[in-house]
């Protein structure tokens, strides 16, 4: 959520903060690609017996900074930035899904890259906001 988050402070001119110094990495799925999953998921006619679990994401990780930076330009507004050289305690510097068991299983591959889903979310963002 940190797209919305930092969407809404970018309206209001509010100030974000970037951690490790805007070194994080993160897995950002775009909302379409999860609900074709979940429907492929719904639809599949013959699943292998038990119970799976499945993650539903893009398995690569995106620089955080490069996020804020396809905001900032979709937003058409320069983010105010406190770069902080820490980490905090419970989070860390990269995250992101292995996606190889839904690929397999259900054929299935997230097709939103994040420029895209950012200049969606952002067309989104400014009509319901």
Not at 21 to 32: C, L
Not at 80 to 91: E, L, R
């Amino acid at each position: 959520m940190a797209y919305y988050d930092f969407a809404l402070k970018n309206l209001k001119n509010k100030k974000i903060e970037l951690y490790n110094n805007a070194k994080m990495f993160r897995d950002f799925t775009y909302i379409d690609d999860v609900i074709l999953a979940i429907a492929k998921i719904i639809n599949k006619k013959k699943l292998p017996k038990g119970h799976h679990i499945l993650n539903v994401g893009k398995g690569k990780p995106d620089k955080l900074i490069d996020l804020v930076n396809e905001l900032q330009n979709n937003l058409k507004n320069k983010f105010i930035i406190n770069y902080k050289n820490f980490i905090p305690k419970g989070d860390i510097k990269k995250t992101y899904s292995n996606n190889l068991k839904i690929k397999k299983m259900l054929n299935w591959r997230p097709t939103t890259s994040l420029d895209e889903g950012i200049n969606k979310f952002v067309t989104w963002f400014k009509k319901n906001s």
